[in-house]
Structure formats: structure tokens, C-alpha cells
């Protein structure tokens, strides 16, 4: 295994970048190959009996070969298991701290009636930036480095460390992909997803995801979608209960459970459990062919400019949902961990993550903060990230 070691003693390296060194027989004549014929002499076989690897052998001609292309074996074509689409990353991001956006913000807060409105969609925390979004950057170049382009969509801001003329990275303002930009400004992550798939030259697939997402291990596109082109998405163990919405619902849940209704209505079916805070894995055909049926659904959410009981969750949620329904997404496995910044023995569970191996990405969220925990916690996710992720990306400025 090769060791990479960051300047803070950070080990960035995983058990995933272990090689493997076997010793190979080279054969004689009149040797059995298990389909019962002959191999030829010089066919060079492996002693390991675990058929893990692509070939188990190689005929002298094949070890000559892969001999001149610096001891590498090619094969003739990528692997059918591979998907050989581009996949894109968005990211929604926001800075509650800006003067202007705050002015914006708390203007359109004082003139709507948000009497119907859960308290906890107008949190400060909801806001709050604590720069996840350069670690989040930093993990994606260290473990998803395959990544074709990143578009991180805005309400007219940029993050003053963003190095903006990186040829991968496209800052996409909330007035480039609202279908109505009348309803403008928003401040309702439901309504802003409802539109990315609007990005123009955005890939067909994509990976959303928050700010607050991170990858801890290297990664392939296999593991968000299947070689022939399918999303994958990956069920939480969190039920969603049986009862219809009602306006006592936090938005999250809410929202699920008007995804479930619709799904009831639109195929007849029904389902039980809601999604992980994961990076979601989406085909922009299937959400462009459900906002042609449904454009009052998109629209409506769109309009919600903030979260709302009777929003719908689109890309998170019911674009699973529908894939599945449409036989374009199956569920996937992915390792995944969900830390609370609200929990007592925080910095115990971010020791946890810091030292597990098997995960492949992990989600640090929260939804109302105590005022008091504020500093501690901002101490704490500071520490851990800068120890996790220690080496600048290309993303940000020297």
C-alpha cells in the first residue's frame, strides 16, 4: 500500500489504494486448463485460486505484449461493468453571513405571512456556512477525482476562495435556471433543486448534493450508477409513518410523505422509507420527462420561497421514486454515515468517522442549533475537516 501522508500527518491514503503482489507460474507443455484443453508453454498462470481478477492467464504472446506496454495488461475495450457516460456534480450552496443576501433574505421574510411555516425553516443554522463546501470540494478531488464538471449553484454569490477560472468548476446563479425567474429570490433548498436540472450543459448523469456532504474513500461512477446508464438510490432505515402530511410535520418529513401521495396517485404504489443524506444520483431525462407531465408540480415548489409543508422534495426524493417506477433507477449500497452537529458527544462521533475505512461518504447536518453550542461546534467541525482533508484542491486559490 502506498502511504500518502499530508504535511499535518493526515493519512489520506485508504485501504482501497492497497496493491496486491502475486507470483505467477510460467508453464510447461501438456498442461490442463480447467475448460479441459491444453495450455500452450510459456502461458504464464496465476497461483491464486481467487478468480477476483479479470484473466487467471496469459499466453506468451499476451506477457509479451503487456511486457512492452510498461508491464501493463490492457483490455481490448472498457469493461461492459463500466459506465462510459460523463457524470457531472451540482452542489447548492449558499452564505447566510453576506450583507446583501441577508438583506434580501429578511425583506422577503417581513412581508409574507409565515404564520403556516415551521419554525426551522427560517433557522439561522439552515444558512450557517462553516466552508464545508471547500472540504466537500477537497474530498471530491481526493476520492472522486472522475468527476467531469462541478457546477455549484448560487444566489448571487461566490465564495471568495473559489478559483473560479478552473476549467471543471461553473458558478450557476438561481436566475440562469428558474423556468419563472418572477418568483425570485428564494430561500427554500426545495424550491432551488426543483430547477437544476435547467443547468445548461449539464450531463444526463449527475450527482446532487449539498454542501455538507463529503467522500471518505476513492470511488467509482459504478457506485451511483450502473454501467447501462441506471441511477442508483440508497434507502434509509428511517420509516416514514403512515399518516397523511399535515402542517405539524417538520418540512423534511412533509415532504416525504407528499412524495409518497404522489407516487400513490401517479402508479399505484406506495413506499415506507425515506432516502439517505447521501449524493443523489440523477438522470436529467427522467426529471426533464416528469416536469413536461407535471409542470404545476415543478412550478408550485419553484414558487415556495420558503420551506413549506406542501413542498415536495424533487431531486432527493420523487426522482427516485419516479425512476424506479419508470425502470431507470434500482437501489444501490453505498457506506454512509449521518452525524448530528446537535448531539452532546459530537466530537466522539467525528473520531469515529475520522478513523473508519468503510465508509464512502459521510454527512454532517443540522437543522436548529443552540445559540450556545454554536462556537464549540464551529471549533469542533473546523478541527475535524482541516484534519481530514488537510491539502488544498485546484478548486481554490493559491
Known amino acids: 500500500m502506498r502511504k500518502i501522508v499530508a504535511p499535518n500527518s493526515s493519512v489520506l491514503s485508504t485501504p482501497d489504494q492497497t496493491v496486491s503482489i502475486e507470483l505467477w507460474q510460467e508453464l510447461s507443455s ?11 508453454p510459456g502461458t504464464m498462470r496465476r497461483r491464486n485460486s481467487d478468480h477476483g481478477l479479470a484473466v487467471d492467464y496469459m499466453v506468451p ?9 510498461h ?37 422577503l421574510r417581513d412581508r409574507l405571512d409565515l404564520r403556516t411555516t415551521a419554525s426551522s425553516s427560517l433557522s439561522e443554522s439552515r444558512f450557517t456556512s462553516r466552508d464545508e463546501l471547500r472540504f466537500s470540494l477537497r474530498s471530491l ?12 449553484v448560487t444566489d448571487q454569490q461566490i465564495p471568495e476562495w473559489l478559483n473560479k477560472e478552473h476549467p471543471k468548476v461553473t458558478v450557476v446563479d438561481h436566475r440562469d435556471i428558474f423556468t419563472d425567474t418572477g418568483a425570485l429570490p428564494v430561500f427554500n433548498s426545495h424550491a432551488i433543486e426543483s430547477q437544476l436540472h435547467h443547468i445548461p450543459g449539464l450531463a444526463e448523469h449527475y450527482l446532487y448534493l449539498n454542501d455538507d456532504c463529503f ?5 467509482d461512477p459504478e457506485l451511483f450508477f450502473t454501467a447501462n446508464g441506471l441511477s442508483k ?58 416536469e413536461a407531465e407535471e409542470p404545476e408540480l415543478f412550478a408550485r415548489v419553484a414558487a415556495s420561497p ?31 454515515q449521518f452525524v448530528d452537529l446537535n448531539e452532546d458527544d459530537l466530537e ?44 488544498p484542491s485546484s478548486f481554490e486559490v493559491d
Open 30 to 40: 501438456n498442461v490442463k486448463r480447467t475448460d479441459g484443453g491444453l495450455h500452450l
Open 61 to 69: 504472446a499476451t506477457w509479451e505484449r503487456a511486457l512492452r506496454n
Open 71 to 107: 508491464s501493463r495488461l490492457a483490455l481490448p475495450a472498457p469493461h461492459l461493468r463500466e459506465l462510459q457516460e460523463p457524470v457531472d456534480i451540482v452542489y447548492t450552496w449558499v452564505d447566510g453571513s453576506d450583507p446583501e443576501w441577508r438583506a434580501r433574505m429578511t425583506a
Open 141 to 152: 478531488e481526493y476520492y472522486a477525482s472522475w468527476v467531469r464538471r462541478i457546477f455549484i
Open 215 to 219: 467522500f471518505l474513500r476513492p470511488t
Open 233 to 290: 438510490h440508497f434507502r434509509s432505515i428511517v420509516p416514514i409513518d403512515i399518516d397523511h402530511w399535515t402542517p405539524r410535520d417538520l418540512p423534511i418529513i412533509s415532504a416525504a410523505k407528499q412524495g409518497r401521495e404522489h407516487l400513490v396517485d401517479k402508479y399505484g404504489r406506495t413506499v415506507t422509507h425515506r432516502f439517505k443524506h447521501t449524493p443523489h444520483a440523477q438522470l436529467r431525462s427522467v426529471l426533464e420527462t416528469m
Open 306 to 336: 420558503f420551506r413549506s409543508p406542501e413542498d415536495v422534495s424533487i431531486p432527493s426524493s420523487l426522482h427516485h421514486l419516479d425512476a424506479f417506477a419508470r425502470g431507470r433507477s434500482i437501489e444501490g449500497q453505498i457506506g454512509y
Open 348 to 391: 466522539l462521533r467525528l473520531l469515529r468517522v475520522a478513523r473508519r475505512t468503510d465508509l464512502d461518504v459521510f454527512c454532517l447536518n443540522e437543522t436548529t442549533l443552540r445559540e450556545e453550542s454554536e462556537p464549540s461546534v464551529d471549533a469542533l467541525v473546523a478541527r475535524f475537516l482541516n484534519h481530514r482533508f488537510p491539502v
